[in-house]
């Protein structure tokens, strides 16, 4: 059974940094072929790909949010981490870790950007 788990504070203050660690279970994200996604849904909008972290280690954004993104791993951890860099309102959404074609999920984790 592969399971995704979202963490990370559910408020973050404008211009600040937000931070979110997806945590594996049941598969690896080293396993050949594979790449860890980010996706959120802002509230009464579509689903909107961040980026992902590919088994070997490298990083593709969205073109839109490339310069604010990081997303970085801690194989011996299991981890993936988003950050998302000069956060507004704007950024508020549900965030969602997901494996290579959003085969799996995690359950999303609501992140406002309110002071």
């Known amino acids: 059974q592969v399971q995704l788990q979202e963490s990370g504070p559910g408020l973050v203050n404008p211009s600040q940094t937000l931070s979110l660690t997806c945590t594996v279970s049941?598969?690896?994200?080293?396993?050949?072929?594979?790449?860890w996604n980010w996706i959120r849904q802002p509230p009464g909008k579509g689903l909107e790909w961040i980026g992902d972290?590919?088994?070997?280690?490298?990083?593709y954004y969205s073109p839109s949010l490339k310069s604010r993104t990081s997303i970085s791993r801690d194989t011996s951890k299991n981890q993936f981490t988003l950050r998302l860099s000069s956060v507004t309102p704007e950024d508020t959404a549900v965030y969602y870790c997901?494996?290579?074609?959003?085969?799996?999920w995690g359950q999303g984790t609501q992140v406002t950007v309110s002071s």
């Open positions: 997901a494996r290579s074609g959003y085969s799996c």
């Open positions: 049941g598969d690896s994200i080293t396993t050949d072929s594979t790449y």
């Open positions: 972290i590919a088994y070997s280690g490298r990083t």
